[in-house]
């Protein structure tokens, strides 16, 4: 029993330890020291053995049970980013609105099966979705112009901006007085803003954004989501995922230094929507936090992840907002039309 117990403590301390360097992953840029990012994935995942372990301990009756109790401690903010307590929904407000942020997939799980059976009740699922949410800002990733126009008639919003050949889009309720376009050298990955006339005296600045994806490979993840540790084929598709997000982690951090700097140059507040492709412990979202609030922190309840593919918990779209407006509610619709989730904020002035 003794040896179990000092096994147990070692291998305690070592998981605080990765633990600690994750809490890191947010204040050092991937071009400084990129693994450092590598932990900050892994978050989720540290924090639950932490709290497995807080539990062993306490069943066991040792003290060793402060150890992990310090460390998630020390960790709350970052776990509150990824796990929401503060869920609730206000009553309506005169001056409000609905936003939704989905990376559609451009509708793969949707428009494009084969079977005709199949593809006919997705058709109609996701209609029925779009029918029932009353939404005044949408904004779109990774959906071409086509599927913008047939999601249109059902939203029947009279204002819209999507550039030709691009694969992001605003629609909007309210007039748009005025947009643009950052590129960021891809017909994928780009920042669309937009200044809505939300009321009289009110002029709202959204941006819908696709940062660079990670572009993993699907056959790697598969091996990795098997969990077969002792095959070759797990740890080639750990290594690979590795190398494919330090090449890209970098890439996010200059692509997000540009979208701030036009932010800090808005004249109106700001609502900053899309898919990040980075976790709440990365850099890139450290510094969108640092100068706007994140909706799901501040009422978002449950865990916060919004990527439906095999790499679970992971919190990679976002609706941050100005600090001069309000969050009323916030939900992750966990709908099967991608494999990103919707994200949808109601916001007040």
Known sequence: MKT???LSRWLNVLLILTTFIAYLAPYISPTTFWPISIFGLAFPLLFILNFLFFLYWIFRRK????LSLCCMLLGWGHFSSNFGINGSSAASEKNEITVINFNTR???HVYQYKDKEKKSRHVKEFENWLSENKVDVFLFQETSKLYINEINK??????SFQPERKMVAILSRYPIISSGMIELNSINHLVLWADLKVANNKIIRFYSLHLKSSSLDREAIDAVAAGKVREKETWSGVWGLIKVYKNHASTREGQSEKV????RKSPYP???GGDFNEPPTSYVYQQFHSQLEDAFCTAGSGFGSTYAGKIPLMKI???FYDPRLRVLEHEIDRQPFSDHYPVKTR???
Request: neutral net charge.
């Open 106 to 108: 451009n509708l793969l």
């Open 347 to 349: 916001l007040s002035w």
């Open 270 to 272: 700001v609502v900053v």
């Open 260 to 263: 701030l700097a036009h932010i």
């Open 154 to 159: 059902i939203l029947n919003l009279p204002h």
């Open 63 to 66: 003290k060793y049970f402060l």
């Open 4 to 6: 179990i117990t000092g």
């Open 317 to 319: 779209d976002y609706l």
